[in-house]
């Protein structure tokens, strides 16, 4: 089990390697890091999005809906949290959409396999379904509100929007390709809608992207970045101890006592262990968020998820006896 999780950890650090140097070296510049993203934001996430519920099996009716409702209500209840530690440590939002969204997909599905087994990478995939939905709509908006992305249309001169235009921009921002994808990927696993082989290969393989791309793009930011700034923020380590130590043991004091599955119990607590989501680096790069500490946060909590794995599920297998 810890050898998977090592060799993944050894995995993301190469590929952020990778776009470090490819940066350094002007390999990829600032604008190919904007049209990187784009591609990942519009193409590859939606893309994983739906693979993960192509050819799924609606087994366990009881189960599914349980791991649904409790996962939906961790992007409620998990922001709540994340607004009232920023208003506490007078903190940027941005810490909030970082404790909010880990990187579930590309070290989420390995990590949980290699510790609950091969049964726990199917809920990993309804959990991305709720994610993409969370994100694309509460963490899009916010980052860009964070940002200061949509501008006042007074403040450069332009009359202001009517009712009817405002509407209209509310629909046009929540149909992107990440809400929709995610919108889609429910309706196949849910209906059960048969995917033609060859398109289903397809997507896969605009899939299978993402991942290095991601972690290429990431590493290529994080070369803005003076690497002591990276290690020497002392609230860049508070944010990992909470997110990586304090939120899983929340998770796991909550979900212990109630009446479920205890494999469902082990997921989400290792769900929370995730180190930040590549995802809010590419929304930082795409909107003019602060990428210099989502890409500080990001490299550091990779660099301590494997322990707090290690030590979060040989906790749950003494509290649920998994």
């Known amino acids: 089990m810890s050898q998977t999780i090592v060799s993944q950890f050894i995995l993301i650090i190469g590929l952020l390697a990778v776009g470090y140097v490819c940066r350094k070296l002007d390999v990829i510049d600032e604008n190919a890091g904007k049209y990187l993203s784009k591609i990942l934001l519009c193409l590859t996430i939606p893309a994983t999005a739906i693979e993960a519920a192509i050819g799924k099996p609606l087994e366990n009716l009881a189960n599914v809906l349980v791991f649904l409702g409790i996962a939906s209500a961790l992007f409620v209840v998990v922001p709540l949290i994340g ?4 208003k506490i440590m007078k903190w940027s939002e941005v810490y909030r959409l970082m404790l909010t969204f880990g990187n579930t997909g590309f070290v989420g599905i390995p990590v949980s396999a290699a510790v609950w087994g091969q049964e726990s990478v199917f809920y990993v995939t309804l959990f991305m379904m709720t994610f993409n939905i969370a ?3 509460w963490g899009v908006a916010t980052m860009k509100r ?3 992305y949509n501008v006042n249309a007074e ?3 332009r009359p202001k929007p009517s009712f009817k235009q405002r509407v209209a921009k509310t629909w046009r921002d929540l149909l992107n390709p990440g809400i929709i994808s995610a919108l889609l990927a429910l309706l196949i696993f849910l209906f059960q809608i048969p995917i033609q082989e060859d398109l289903a290969r397809l997507i896969s393989t605009v899939a299978s992207i993402n991942t290095p791309l991601a ?10 970045v003076p690497i002591k700034d990276i290690f020497n923020d002392k609230y860049v380590y508070l944010f990992a101890a909470i997110k990586l130590m304090a939120l899983p043991a929340l998770v796991l004091a909550v979900l ?9 119990v082990g997921i989400f607590v290792v769900l929370e262990c995730m180190p930040v989501a590549g995802n809010l680096s590419m929304i930082a790069i795409q909107y003019h968020g602060d990428i210099n500490l989502v890409s500080k946060a990001t490299a550091l909590t990779t660099l301590f998820f494997i322990p707090s794995v290690l030590f ?3 906790i749950v297998r003494l509290v649920v006896a998994i």
């Open 83 to 86: 607004k009232l530690l920023c």
């Open 135 to 137: 994100f694309f709509t």
């Open 146 to 148: 964070i940002s200061g």
């Open 155 to 157: 403040a450069l001169g």
């Open 215 to 224: 972690m290429i793009v990431i590493g290529a930011s994080l070369a803005s």
């Open 256 to 264: 212990a006592f109630c009446p479920i599955d205890p494999l469902l």
């Open 312 to 314: 979060w599920s040989y």
